[in-house]
């Protein structure tokens, strides 16, 4: 394999880790409709990994151009860059909403409970 078959190859399981990343992360916000909380959790755990993935592979070539490494702009990196900041985005954003969620069924269930 060529450094430039590497390179493609990393960006590309950029973008796939990201992707699979973002199907747990609309995986755990249907689940909210659910109240199923603790399930919506532990996909947004199984995308973190997925995400941790994807940022590794990243830093790997960014450290690799700190180093003194050439590196050929790449339409294909700057993509995977991209979509992997913007599902960072929807996992941030998720994870909020289900606290959000949970603090609101626990306020709604207290208030009952009165």
């Known amino acids: 394999m ?7 190859k990393n960006t590309m399981d950029i973008i796939l880790f990201s ?3 973002r199907t747990l992360i609309m995986q755990s916000m249907d689940l909210l ?4 909380y603790q399930k919506a959790q532990d996909l947004m755990k199984q995308a973190h990994e997925k995400l941790v993935k994807a940022h590794q592979l990243q830093t790997d070539r960014l450290r690799d151009e ?3 490494e050439t590196l050929e702009y790449s339409v294909l990196f700057t993509h995977a860059q991209d979509t992997m900041m913007t599902v960072n985005t929807e996992y941030n954003l998720v994870k909020h909403l ?3 969620f949970e603090k609101r069924d626990q ?3 207290e208030k009952k409970c009165r």
Do not use: F, L, Q, W
């Open 19 to 21: 992707g699979d990343a």
């Open 33 to 36: 409709g659910d109240c199923d």
């Open 66 to 68: 700190a180093d003194g």
């Open 98 to 100: 289900i606290s959000v």
């Open 107 to 109: 306020n709604c269930c």
């Open 2 to 8: 060529t450094d430039n078959d590497a390179t493609i």
